[in-house]
């Protein structure tokens, strides 16, 4: 069935979960480009800022499983709409804390609520895209990650320069507020949307399987039983840990390593995280294009996150690279592939199960995934306060990076094992 060229209800739609991931990332990179100014002001090492991930990183995790049965439960319109309010507060209340503690517990808040996110955004694309355009709508709703992790940069130093950190949480978090209204205005689901043609409407259910059993309420023994339960679950074990660690620590290794200001806007994380653009929405485009080929969704999506996960291994080899710009386009196709890796992974699980599974699942792996990353950011701190005493910080970042390296390539490896075994 060819797409209507009448009504595009769908991309608008679209438009709000992109502009929510943005403003998602946006919040979540202010720490980031705030470390070496936060790090003075409360006198962290490197220990110290680790715990202070960790506090994120573990709430997400919980998050992740609790906010996606959550959205099941009460829908995209309102599960969305509360993790949002909730994740905005949070981040406006990094600005008013005094105290490593207060510090804690405002990223446990902020990340608790933003693992809504993802959740809600899947299901959101499961309810308005056929399944061969939910890659690319994925790649294009997930790219607003990227954009946000783009204006970090180029706003937080303004606004530091300008009022202060304090005041840097609290602008970039009152972002979200403004959201809100827009997403509580024109949101819904096809069915209920007025303006939406008959024609857009069946072009949207015309792969989706219509199932009594698709309402009723679903225990996790259930989900756990399905394949890609376990291989999404799986893929964001082996790499959410890392792309924690391309979004919290980057600044800091530009800083430490190469002695660049973070006061200022810095073009280096400003290329890497403008890649990630292309990463995203060409992951998605990359596997929609080979269905419409007559490709099999699954050999689709197989083929183009093996490609992806290829780009990532050269940042393997950083300890050889002493030249800033060089490290640079290595570091941005890694954090580029990580964007196309994640579009296609999360869309696996639209492409298997019905609409009211898929926020269940993508919490699960979700929360699997954060549990990594629970552990990664203190075996970071460790590692480069270690190295950082012995005056030879680089080296310990080489070793992060040669983790990094490998951590994809085998997760699709593993993938591959699961879905060639017998169903659960």
């Known amino acids: 069935m060819q797409a209507p060229q009448n009504r595009n209800i769908r991309w608008w739609m679209l438009s709000l979960v992109f502009l929510a991931t943005t403003i998602n990332y946006l919040d979540r990179q202010v720490m980031g480009l705030?470390?070496?100014?936060?790090?003075?002001?409360?006198?962290?090492?490197?220990?110290?800022?680790?715990?202070?991930?960790?506090?994120?990183?573990?709430?997400?995790?919980?998050?992740?499983?609790?906010?996606?049965?959550?959205?099941?439960?009460?829908?995209?319109?309102i599960g969305y709409a509360v993790s949002l309010i909730v994740w905005s507060l949070a981040s406006i209340g990094h600005g008013l804390v005094k105290s490593t503690i207060g510090f804690i517990i405002?990223?446990?808040?902020?990340?608790?609520?933003?693992?809504?996110?993802?959740?809600?955004?899947?299901?959101?694309?499961?309810?308005?895209?056929?399944?061969k355009e939910?890659?690319?709508?994925?790649?294009?709703?997930?790219?607003?990650?990227?954009?946000?992790?783009?204006?970090?940069?180029?706003?937080?130093?303004?606004?530091?320069?300008?009022?202060?950190?304090?005041?840097?949480?609290?602008?970039?978090?009152?972002?979200?507020?403004v959201w809100i209204i827009l997403w509580w205005k024109f949101y819904a689901v096809p069915e209920k949307t007025k303006n939406l043609s008959k024609e857009e409407l069946q072009y949207i259910k015309s792969d989706q399987a219509?199932?009594?059993?698709?309402?009723?309420?679903?225990?996790?023994?259930?989900?756990?039983k399905y394949k890609v339960t376990w291989s999404f679950a799986i893929g964001k074990m082996l790499t959410d840990p890392i792309w924690y660690f391309f979004m919290f620590w980057l600044p800091a290794y530009f800083s430490d390593v190469f002695k660049m200001d973070l006061t200022k806007p810095s073009l280096p994380l400003i290329i890497i995280y403008s890649g990630t653009t292309i990463g995203s929405i060409g992951g998605g485009y990359l596997s929609?294009?080979?269905?419409?080929?007559?490709?099999?969704?699954?050999?689709?999506?197989?083929?183009?996150?093996?490609?992806?996960?290829?780009?990532?291994?050269?940042?393997?080899?950083?300890?050889?690279?002493?030249?800033m710009w060089m490290i640079t386009i290595i570091i941005a196709f890694a954090t580029a592939a990580h964007q196309g890796w994640g579009a296609n992974l999360m869309t696996t699980v639209g492409d298997q199960l019905p609409n009211n599974y898929v926020s269940s699942v993508i919490g699960f792996g979700g929360m699997l995934g954060s549990a990594a990353g629970i552990i990664?950011?203190?075996?970071?701190?460790?590692?480069?306060?270690?190295?950082?005493?012995?005056?030879?910080?680089?080296?310990?970042?080489?070793?992060i990076f040669f983790i990094a390296g490998i951590s994809y390539v085998t997760a699709w490896g593993l993938i591959k094992i699961i879905n060639r075994k017998k169903p659960v």
Request: charged share 20%.
């Open 34 to 77: 705030l470390k070496p100014v936060l790090e003075k002001e409360f006198s962290w090492d490197e220990k110290d800022y680790s715990y202070i991930v960790m506090a994120f990183t573990t709430t997400y995790a919980i998050g992740y499983m609790a906010m996606g049965r959550f959205i099941d439960k009460v829908g995209t319109k």
């Open 106 to 131: 405002a990223r446990s808040t902020l990340g608790i609520s933003e693992a809504g996110n993802f959740p809600a955004a899947i299901k959101s694309v499961a309810e308005w895209f056929p399944k």
């Open 134 to 177: 939910r890659a690319l709508a994925t790649g294009i709703f997930n790219s607003g990650a990227t954009v946000g992790a783009i204006l970090a940069p180029l706003l937080v130093p303004f606004i530091l320069g300008h009022y202060g950190w304090r005041q840097t949480f609290v602008w970039i978090g009152a972002l979200g507020m």
């Open 210 to 224: 219509e199932k009594a059993e698709e309402k009723t309420k679903i225990p996790l023994s259930e989900l756990l």
């Open 288 to 323: 929609s294009f080979l269905i419409k080929k007559g490709w099999a969704i699954g050999r689709a999506r197989s083929i183009t996150m093996l490609l992806f996960a290829l780009m990532v291994v050269p940042v393997m080899f950083s300890k050889y690279v002493d030249n």
């Open 376 to 399: 990664f950011p203190l075996f970071i701190g460790i590692v480069l306060d270690t190295f950082k005493k012995s005056g030879n910080i680089n080296g310990g970042y080489n070793i």
